[in-house]
């Protein structure tokens, strides 16, 4: 018995050993993620520093860290995916606006021609998405990134287009002030999205 004790005791240090060497590297697992997520923010926030809207790029990709790193390649993919949720919940809230008690017939036409314009621009970020996966493979790495651009720059044209209708018109100015502000939101991220591929050339794809 007492012999039996004397072994089970003698197992303790090594216990605590092997709990102290496990929270240890824990610990320093955590520290390591914890680094490398800050030093990925830090990238993201001087990438965004280069664009029109450095606040609302920060704020918007921010959260993607751990997803980016410090791929500029992966920012700009990110950033894309960003504007194109951002153009399809700008589509549905100016969609509910049909909805609006009292709305005229004008203004019926003009939010059914906004909804028209942030169709197309979906299509197009949808476009370049889908290009962006078959980035290098063999293709022109340039002309594939012109058609980014293209794509991108005609889908915040269309989000402009938007308020364009308004010109001229009879409408509310609390309509107006609900597209307009709907318009800056998304076209500031789609703007933002298009300065970080705009930085894009072929020697990040290589990286990546």
């Not at 609302?56 to 504007?83: F, G």
């Not at 100016?94 to 019926?108: A, D, F, Q, Y």
């Not at 939101?185 to 072929?202: F, H």
Request: charged share 20%.
């Amino acid at each position: 018995m007492e012999a039996s004790i004397i072994r089970n005791s003698s197992s303790f240090p090594l216990f605590f050993t092997l709990l102290l060497f496990i929270s240890i590297s824990l610990a320093s697992s955590t520290n390591t993620s914890t680094t490398s997520l800050k030093i990925s923010k830090q990238f993201i926030k001087n990438s965004c520093s280069s664009t029109t809207y450095p606040g609302v790029c920060y704020k918007s990709l921010s959260s993607y860290a751990s997803k980016v790193q410090t791929s500029s390649l992966k920012l700009a993919n990110v950033a894309l995916t960003v504007s194109l949720q951002a153009a399809r919940n700008a589509s549905s809230n100016i969609t509910i606006l049909l909805e609006r008690k009292g709305i005229t017939r004008m203004e019926t036409s003009i939010v059914k021609d906004c909804i028209d314009d942030f169709g197309d621009g979906i299509d197009e970020l949808k476009q370049s998405l889908q290009e962006f996966k078959s980035l290098g493979g063999g293709k022109d790495v340039d002309f594939q990134l012109a058609n980014i651009k293209t794509w991108v720059s005609a889908a915040l044209t269309d989000e402009y287009t938007c308020s364009d209708g308004f010109e001229g018109q009879k409408v509310s100015s609390s309509l107006k002030k609900q597209i307009n502000n709907t318009i800056s939101d998304v076209a500031k991220i789609t703007s933002n999205a298009l300065a970080l591929i705009n930085k894009l050339s072929a020697s990040d794809i290589k990286k990546s």
